[in-house]
């Protein structure tokens, strides 16, 4: 039984908590009828998100046996059966996707659109340098656009851009990984990485981080915000 929930990586269901980020910075986290539809969809979408972990891992399996850790995953180990995994996909696929469709049609659209672009991810785009870690990136847009949409609540630009670039960070933080993963041991962990070097990511981690400040600054001296949240606002400039 072990095996079969390390397989839907429910840990990595926390990513799906960006879901609620509209509806907080709206100030209506205390709307319970919101908070609730918002517990749907966190489902709806962590169900969806593990049907795609699935078949990341699913074809993953003989560089995930490479790997120091990922050779522990359960499809990787042998501990889950090939022809099992894939039932449990459609199981949740159906099950993510019916859900979508009783919390509202818009979020479903865009749940699905998430669900093609990791389809393509887990089928070829991942061995695409750079275009890689923007898609990784962009998957959390669609958690707080899918937010949004099942909570009718607006939701500024200037989220969507500290969210993409946040994300962004952390996505050449992880790729920056595997290049020292595979200068200490010799081995290419993933396709993509043969496109990366550690100089070229340390530049970029630098860069997005500049870039991150600036976009940080500019969102707390937006008339919108002063507006909002002055003079608390003004606070976190000796922190940025």
């Given amino acids: 039984m072990t095996a079969y929930i390390k397989l839907l990586r429910p840990k990595d269901w926390a990513k799906n908590l960006f879901l609620f980020i509209p509806l907080f910075f709206a100030g209506e986290f ?12 966190f489902l709806s979408f962590s169900f969806i998100a593990s049907s795609i972990y699935i078949i ?3 074809m993953d399996i003989e560089d995930d046996r490479k790997h120091p850790v990922k050779k522990n995953r359960p499809l990787a180990s042998g501990a889950v059966k090939k022809s099992v995994a894939l039932v449990i996909f459609f199981v949740l696929l159906i099950g993510g996707f019916l859900m979508a469709w009783w919390i509202r049609d ?15 991810y887990s ?15 962009a998957g959390f847009i669609f958690r707080i656009k899918a937010g949004s949409i099942i909570t009718y609540t607006a939701l500024s630009e200037w989220i ?19 290049v020292l993963l595979k200068l200490s041991s010799g081995t290419e962990m993933r396709k993509a990485v043969k496109g990366y070097n550690l100089e070229f990511l340390n530049v970029l981690l630098g860069l997005v981080c500049g870039v ?5 600054l500019m969102y707390t001296m937006s008339e919108e915000t002063i507006e909002r949240l002055a003079p608390a606002v003004y606070i976190t400039h000796a922190f940025s």
Wanted: aromatic residues 14%; positive net charge.
């Fill in 30 to 41: 205390t709307n319970t009828d919101k908070i609730i539809q918002l517990i749907w969809g």
């Fill in 56 to 58: 990341n891992d699913y």
């Fill in 106 to 120: 818009k979020f479903l659209f865009v749940l699905g659109l998430y669900f093609l672009l990791n389809m393509g």
């Fill in 123 to 137: 089928f070829g785009l991942k061995a695409i340098p750079v275009l890689d870690i923007l898609i990784l990136s």
């Fill in 160 to 178: 969507m851009i500290m969210v993409f670039l946040l994300a962004l960070f952390m996505a050449i933080g992880k790729r920056r990984d595997d």
């Fill in 212 to 216: 991150i400040i600036v976009a940080y």
